[in-house]
């Protein structure tokens, strides 16, 4: 533990599948903390982050504009983690809460539930090694076919993993790879884990993260 470390953000992630309401809570949650805490202390992460070089070429792939073996595509969903690895410290130990929009576990969960036989789970997870550790996770839940309640997106369907059947399947990955609420019970270490039901109505949803978040310690430690 250094000295800095002790003034150090937060580094909450939410995850869940397509249309659970991640991106509206992220903001919601954002609001709320920059709005306690003071403008500025906090901020949005999406991921992937569309915006680089890497992100073109995984929005490219998503839209069904180009094809990739899924090994590359892994790897370059990974590969964009890694161009934010540096942003993210920094943002966190200069005091500012980052917010992740999806992180590791949407990459191993949606790799996993293509069920490919040589991308077994260690193979997943490995190029994710070393990547800063959320403190906490909010996993927001919801039953794959009542995906569309919560969505602010009205073009969902039009990408490449939003069909119901895999989803079901991702469902079970994440679920598998996060545990069941008890730190370190999955099989990556993503901080605490926290599932929120996301079925319940947005501001219920919001509330429930707000309290999840609030009850947590500010651990000191290195990220
Ligand atoms: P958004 O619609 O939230 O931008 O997600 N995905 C995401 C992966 O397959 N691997 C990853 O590492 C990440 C972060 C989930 C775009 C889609 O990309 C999937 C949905």
């Known amino acids: 533990t250094t000295s800095t470390s002790k003034n150090r953000g937060l580094l909450i992630l939410l ?10 809570q992220c903001q919601m949650l954002c609001n709320s903390l920059n709005e ?11 991921v ?10 995984i929005n490219s792939y998503l839209a069904s504009k180009t094809t990739l ?22 943002s966190i130990y200069s005091g500012q809460t980052v917010i992740l929009d ?9 790799s996993l539930a293509k069920g490919v036989a040589d991308m077994p789970i260690d193979w997943c997870i490995a190029p994710e090694r070393g990547l800063p550790r959320p403190d906490i996770t909010l ?9 569309n309640i919560q969505s602010t997106r009205e073009d969902f369907g039009q990408e490449r993993y939003e069909v119901s059947e895999f ?11 996060l545990g069941d609420g008890e730190k370190n019970s999955g099989v990556l270490d993503m901080g605490k884990v926290i599932t929120i039901d996301a079925c319940k109505d947005i501001k219920t949803v919001a509330a429930d993260i707000w309290q999840a978040v609030q009850s947590q310690d500010v651990e000191s430690s290195e990220i």
């Not at 995850?15 to 509206?24: N, P, Q, V, Y």
């Not at 306690?36 to 999406?46: E, F, L, M, T, Y």
């Not at 999806?102 to 949606?110: F, L, M």
């Open 69 to 90: 073996p899924d090994q590359s595509i892994h790897l370059l969903f990974s590969a964009n983690r890694w161009e934010l690895r540096q942003t993210i410290l920094d």
């Open 139 to 147: 996993f927001l839940d919801i039953e794959p076919e009542h995906a």
């Open 48 to 57: 992937p982050d569309r915006t680089t070089q890497i992100g073109q070429m």
């Open 102 to 110: 999806r992180y590791v576990p949407s990459g191993v969960a949606y």
């Open 167 to 177: 989803q079901v399947r991702v469902r079970a990955c994440f679920k598998e790879i």
């Open 15 to 24: 995850e869940g599948l397509d249309r659970a309401g991640k991106t509206t």
């Open 36 to 46: 306690a805490n003071g403008p500025g202390s906090c901020r949005v992460q999406k």
